[in-house]
């Protein structure tokens, strides 16, 4: 198992930057594909950008891409989220998530295992 404690989260005017960071319990987080979702009051949960166990592949939706970049360092058990240029629309909650795959991203929530409390991410105009 893993336990996911996501931080960095806080107010920020549009056209700002913040840097989320998601901490792992174990020490398999290698062994484990990470992801992060997002999820706006009234909204399901969407998927915001995915990584493989080892850093080599990495995907974002396209709603972020060129803004937000995931990351991961597997010696500190920690993935990142380097979000730039923000907009009022990227406010939400923003989760981390686990799934146990050496070689995989995913998605698609009902595709992870386990997920972090969440951090909420305020975007002002």
């Known amino acids: 198992q893993v336990q996911l404690v996501e931080s960095g989260g806080g107010l920020v005017q549009a056209g700002g930057s913040l840097r989320l960071s998601c901490a792992a319990s174990?020490?398999?987080?290698?062994?484990?594909?990470m992801g992060w979702f997002r999820q706006a009051p009234g909204k399901e949960r969407a998927f915001v950008a995915a990584i493989t166990a080892r850093g080599g592949s990495i995907y974002h939706a396209d709603s972020v891409k060129g803004r937000f970049t995931i990351s991961r360092d597997n010696a500190k058990n920690t993935v990142y989220l380097q979000m730039n240029s923000l907009k009022p629309e990227d406010t939400a909650v923003y989760y981390c998530?686990?799934?146990?795959?050496?070689?995989?991203?995913?998605?698609?929530?009902?595709?992870?295992?386990?997920w972090g409390q969440g951090t909420q991410v305020t975007v002002s105009s």
């Open positions: 174990g020490r398999t987080f290698n062994s484990y594909a």
């Open positions: 998530a686990a799934e146990q795959s050496v070689s995989s991203y995913y998605t698609i929530p009902r595709e992870y295992d386990y």
